[in-house]
């Protein structure tokens, strides 16, 4: 892997939009404050043009995207990208981009989740660059900072970092209409609100193991966007593992959006592709909109899917679109234990190649 050079206080931080843009006003007014919360902090920001403009779910065209993106790679005063939203079409983009240009360039730090998966996976699995999955931009609006915020900071600074599961989470409301609106309403009232965090947070063990200790080459992000590259010219997901098996490979998988058929389909893919050969274990975070079809949990399905594996599994994790979540280095070598419903993660750079 090649990791980057870490940040630093003075440094600057770009941001950009690959999805979709920030055009809702109480999201325009949380992105200035983020951005004055980040230079409060030390950092120096640079915005590319497109973060503030929306048309049918896109900041801009695939082509401009990318170039926007490249501007970012290409300025060796940006030292972290962090993107400004997701979205759905960030696979658009990836066609824009000169992977082979990109390969010669020094790696940065990018932090991003959900749509951003795509990016991020494919510079993981095909160019071998780490980055950070954690929020998107916007949430460096709340005050104060949420502990997982400053990690993910931590993480692109170098520094040795042990998480812990958090004691609570977002409740999850079924409609998704509904659940945004309560959203912008909550955060109309307050532009610096943090996590409503009301929910107990209890990781599981699927195999009812008492103690689950991993270690391995973190590789994953939403799956709903993974599914979509399977397949495809940027699937080297097989490569990639063969390559780093002697590391051991942890899968990470969260979802925006699937139901019990769906998730189950998608598992039903991705272990006969060989996905999960070498793996160390899979760890499911919490699922933000999961519909419930023929009576079957978001567990029973993910337990129906890979009955026949033989690694741990931990499911209810502090990743992904369930607030708040941990940051995942994609490409880093991190340990995880689950035990007693808590967990932990740890990271530590020195321990990285």
Not at 129 to 137: E, K, L, R
Not at 299 to 315: N, R, V
Request: net charge neutral; charged share 30%; proline share 2%.
């Amino acid at each position: 892997m090649k990791y980057p050079e870490s940040l630093k206080k003075g440094d600057t931080i770009g941001i950009c939009a690959p999805s979709g843009g920030v055009t809702n006003e109480v999201d325009k007014k949380r992105l200035d404050e983020a951005i004055k919360n980040l230079k409060n902090m030390g950092y120096k920001i640079i915005e590319t043009a497109s973060v503030r403009k929306d048309e049918k779910g896109r900041s801009n065209t695939g082509k401009k995207r990318a170039q926007e993106f490249m501007e970012l790679l290409e300025n060796e005063e940006v030292k972290l990208i962090i993107f400004a939203n997701g979205g759905d079409y960030l696979l658009e983009m990836i066609d824009h981009l000169d992977l082979e240009k990109i390969k010669k360039l020094k790696p940065k730090w990018m932090q991003g989740y959900s749509d951003i998966t795509g990016l991020e996976f494919i510079f993981n699995t095909i160019l071998e660059m780490p980055s950070i999955y954690c929020d998107n931009v916007k949430s460096y609006a709340m005050k104060p900072l949420y502990k997982n915020l400053t990690d993910s900071l931590k993480i692109a600074s170098g520094k040795f970092l042990k998480q812990e599961s958090f004691e609570k989470c977002e409740e999850v409301i079924e409609n998704i209409e509904e659940s945004f609106a309560k959203d912008e309403e909550n955060k109309k009232e307050n532009i610096n609100v943090g996590y409503s965090l009301t929910k107990q947070t209890k990781w599981i063990n699927i195999n009812n193991e008492s103690k689950i200790e991993i270690e391995g080459r973190m590789i994953g992000g939403c799956l709903d966007v993974i599914q979509r590259i399977v397949g495809t010219k940027y699937d080297n997901i097989v490569n990639y593992i063969n390559k780093y098996k002697k590391d051991g490979i942890i899968w990470y998988l969260e979802s925006f959006n699937t139901s019990s058929a769906e998730l189950t389909r998608i598992l039903w893919q991705f272990k006969n592709s060989g996905f999960f050969d070498n793996a160390q274990g899979i760890i499911f975070g919490r699922p933000l909109f999961f519909k419930k079809e023929y009576e079957t949990t978001f567990i029973e399905a993910i337990t129906q899917a890979l009955d026949d594996i033989q690694i741990p599994i931990i499911c209810n994790a502090d990743i992904g679109h369930v607030a708040p979540q941990m940051a995942i280095v994609n490409g880093g070598i991190m340990k995880i234990i689950s035990k007693n419903g808590k967990g932990d993660i740890y990271y530590d750079i020195g321990q990285q190649n």
